[in-house]
Antibody, heavy 119, light 107 residues
Framework: QVHMVESGGGVVQPGRSLRLSCVAS????????THWVRQAPGRGLEWVAG????????SYIDSVRGRFTISRDNSKNTLYLQMASLRPEDTAVYFC????????????WGQGTMVTVSS | EIVLTQSPDFQSVTPKEKVTITCRAS??????LHWYQQKPDQSPKLLIK???QSMSGVPSRFSGSGSGTDFTLTINSLEAEDAAAYYC?????????FGQGTKLDIK
């Protein structure tokens, strides 16, 4: 079974930090680019960050660049999102997802983990 | 940033109807356009990749077409289980972006 399972969400005060993890199984994790996508309550999907299969390339949406860091540990089949200086507008369900192939869509998604930024 | 604009935002349809959802890109993206279905409280599911390639296990009533800036997702003979939100997504250039979504309600 192919799975991606996120963890690490929760309620955090503005300005604080949080680290999300996503453990993959059922496929060769090191062969695929992976991404974080978020969805604010009642809203649409927003791509947040992506990392190449070998971790040599990372990309971010402007609103999180400099605050969020995406990384991966291929020996542990795990994707991470380190989030700092959190803002109320970062409140969302965060999904991890894998590319089907280079420039392809995202074929495997986790169930999501909720991050709430509130005082 | 490439902006994807979907139409319509919402549609109420009856079973067996044919549904067409369009996605327009603010600049040419070739065929790097993908379609997802998201049901309430679920993760998105990839239906169509690269504009027109159906993913394994996706019912044949779903099809995609288009290239450049104009794309279409067609659902032939809609079924009740197709009630969901549908999103287009481009991977032509960073930052990757999604359309705002189209919500399908089944009468």
């Amino acid at each position: 079974q192919v799975h991606m399972v996120e963890s690490g969400g929760g309620v955090v005060q503005p300005g604080r930090s949080l680290r999300l993890s996503c453990v993959a199984s059922g496929f060769t994790f090191r062969n695929f680019g992976t991404h974080w996508v978020r969805q604010a309550p009642g809203r649409g999907l927003e791509w947040v960050a992506g990392i190449s299969d070998d971790a040599t390339g990372q990309s971010y949406i402007d609103s999180v660049r400099g605050r969020f860091t995406i990384s991966r540990d291929n020996s542990k089949n795990t994707l991470y999102l380190q989030m700092a200086s959190l803002r109320p507008e970062d409140t969302a369900v965060y999904f991890c997802a894998k590319e089907h192939g280079s420039f392809d869509g995202f074929d495997i998604w986790g169930q999501g983990t909720m991050v709430t930024v509130s005082s | 940033e490439i902006v994807l604009t979907q139409s319509p935002d919402f549609q109420s349809v009856t079973p067996k109807e044919k549904v067409t959802i369009t996605c327009r890109a603010s600049q040419s993206i070739g065929s790097r356009l993908h379609w997802y279905q998201q049901k309430p409280d679920q993760s998105p599911k990839l239906l169509i990749k690269s504009a027109s390639q159906s993913m394994s296990g996706v019912p044949s009533r779903f099809s995609g077409s288009g290239s450049g800036t104009d794309f279409t997702l067609t659902i032939n003979s809609l079924e009740a289980e197709d009630a969901a939100a549908y999103y287009c997504h481009q991977t032509s250039s960073l930052p990757y972006t999604f359309g705002q979504g189209t919500k399908l309600d089944i009468k």
